[in-house]
C-alpha cells in the first residue's frame, strides 16, 4: 500500500513536470516573432548572402551556417565567425527563456529558411536540398 502511495504522489509531480516543459515550449514558440525580430547582423548574416547565392555556404537545420564544395579560406572563416556569434547569441536567448540551446537552434533554423529566397542550400537531417 505504501509503494502505490508513493507512486500515485510521484504521478503528478511527473505530470506537472511535463505540463511546465509543454508551457515552456509553446511560450517559445509564440515569442518567435519577438526575438526573430531581435536576431542581430550575425545571425541574419548579410555578409553571407553572395556565398549563399554561389552555393558555396548552406545553412544548417541546427541554425548555423556550413561551408560547401568550393568555398575559399576566407568564406570558411567568414562562416566559423558568424557561427561563434550565433552560438554566443542562441545561448544568450535559452539562458533568457530558461530552455535548452537547441531549442533555440530549431527555432532560428526555421525562421532563417522561412526568409530565405530560393536558390539557397540547406542542411536537412536527411541531406542537401535546394530551396
Given at each position: 500500500?505504501?509503494?502505490?502511495?508513493?507512486?500515485?504522489?510521484?504521478?503528478?509531480?511527473?505530470?506537472?513536470?511535463?505540463?511546465?516543459?509543454?508551457?515552456?515550449?509553446?511560450?517559445?514558440?509564440?515569442?518567435?516573432?519577438?526575438?526573430?525580430?531581435?536576431?542581430?547582423?550575425?545571425?541574419?548574416?548579410?555578409?553571407?548572402d553572395g556565398p549563399r547565392s554561389a552555393g558555396t555556404v548552406g545553412e544548417r537545420y541546427d541554425g548555423y551556417a556550413v561551408v560547401r564544395?568550393?568555398?575559399?579560406?576566407?568564406?570558411?572563416?567568414?562562416?566559423?565567425?558568424?557561427?561563434?556569434?550565433?552560438?554566443?547569441?542562441?545561448?544568450?536567448?535559452?539562458?533568457?527563456?530558461?530552455?535548452?540551446?537547441?531549442?533555440?537552434?530549431?527555432?532560428?533554423?526555421?525562421?532563417?529558411?522561412?526568409?530565405?529566397?530560393?536558390?539557397?542550400?540547406?542542411?536537412?537531417?536527411?541531406?542537401?536540398?535546394?530551396?
Amino acid at each position: 500500500m505504501l509503494s502505490k502511495i508513493r507512486y500515485s504522489n510521484a504521478q503528478p509531480a511527473a505530470l506537472w513536470s511535463r505540463r511546465q516543459g509543454m508551457f515552456a515550449l509553446v511560450a517559445l514558440i509564440l515569442a518567435l516573432p519577438v526575438l526573430f525580430a531581435q536576431m542581430p547582423n550575425a545571425l541574419a548574416a548579410d555578409s553571407l548572402d553572395g556565398p549563399r547565392s554561389a552555393g558555396t555556404v548552406g545553412e544548417r537545420y541546427d541554425g548555423y551556417a556550413v561551408v560547401r564544395e568550393g568555398a575559399g579560406g576566407d568564406v570558411q572563416q567568414l562562416v566559423a565567425s558568424i557561427n561563434a556569434k550565433r552560438k554566443e547569441f542562441y545561448q544568450s536567448k535559452a539562458n533568457e527563456q530558461g530552455v535548452d540551446i537547441t531549442a533555440i537552434q530549431v527555432i532560428y533554423a526555421k525562421a532563417i529558411y522561412d526568409k530565405a529566397p530560393g536558390g539557397w542550400w540547406f542542411l536537412t537531417e536527411s541531406g542537401w536540398v535546394q530551396k
